[in-house]
T-cell receptor, first 112, second 115 residues
Framework: AQSVTQLDSHVSVSEGTPVLLRCNYS??????LFWYVQHPNKGLQLLLK??????LVKGINGFEAEFKKSETSFHLTKPSAHMSDAAEYFC??????????FGTGTRLQVFP | DSGVTQTPKHLITATGQRVTLRCSPR?????VYWYQQSLDQGLQFLIQ???????AKGNILERFSAQQFPDLHSELNLSSLELGDSALYFC??????????????FGPGTRLLVL
């Protein structure tokens, strides 16, 4: 069965500093992995996805993630945080039956 | 704006009641998914429909049911509501639901409060 583990429930950074949100996955086959973002009182927006093509995936708003099979990781990074990045971030794996399995989420706080 | 619409935005009701949540997928999308987001359970997949037929079931209670109509909109029916059903209910849609890595686009959600 597929699953994802988000290693940090909260991450706090200063504006202009790098962001690292960690995610490990478990899958019996090559997975499809996604990062979604949820701003307060808003729906979920896709940031980026990995589908067995390039291991370094670039997404919207300057975010990127690297698929590392040897480490079963799919960490989300951004070189420089912006205040508008403050939100909840979900690492997601697509199951064999097409449903999305969500991690528990990481709340990103950005301080001025 | 994802192109997925959900109504109503907010719903307040009492225990024991029944409510219907509505979702219109993006134009051209055949698959509709329902998810529940609660504080204690996180985001959980409930059910998927593809072109009118149920395709996959997740952690959906027997008190809950869904359907997808010929015009592809979907409704999620929640009955005999309990306090614990209070949550944010999301609908998502995708083109087919079978392509590897296919993106699911999420609606803004319906926030249900059961008093």
């Amino acid at each position: 069965a597929q699953s994802v583990t988000q290693l940090d429930s909260h991450v706090s950074v200063s504006e202009g500093t790098p962001v690292l949100l960690r995610c490990n996955y478990s899958s019996s086959y090559s997975p499809s992995l996604f990062w979604y973002v949820q701003h307060p009182n808003k729906g979920l927006q896709l940031l980026l996805k990995y589908t067995s093509a390039a291991t370094l995936v670039k997404g919207i708003n300057g975010f990127e993630a690297e698929f590392k099979k040897s480490e079963t990781s799919f960490h989300l990074t951004k070189p420089s945080a912006h205040m508008s990045d403050a939100a909840e971030y979900f690492c997601v794996v697509r199951s064999a039956t097409d449903k999305l399995i969500f991690g528990t989420g990481t709340r990103l706080q950005v301080f001025p | 704006d994802s192109g997925v619409t959900q109504t109503p935005k907010h719903l307040i009701t009492a225990t024991g009641q029944r409510v219907t949540l509505r979702c219109s997928p993006r134009s051209g999308d055949l698959s509709v998914y329902w998810y529940q987001q609660s504080l204690d359970q996180g985001l959980q997949f409930l059910i998927q429909y593809y072109n009118g037929e149920e395709r996959a079931k997740g952690n959906i209670l027997e008190r809950f049911s869904a359907q997808q109509f010929p015009d592809l909109h979907s409704e999620l029916n929640l009955s005999s509501l309990e306090l614990g059903d209070s949550a944010l209910y999301f609908c998502a849609s995708s083109v087919a639901g079978t392509v590897e890595g296919e993106t699911q686009y999420f609606g803004p959600g319906t926030r249900l409060l059961v008093l």
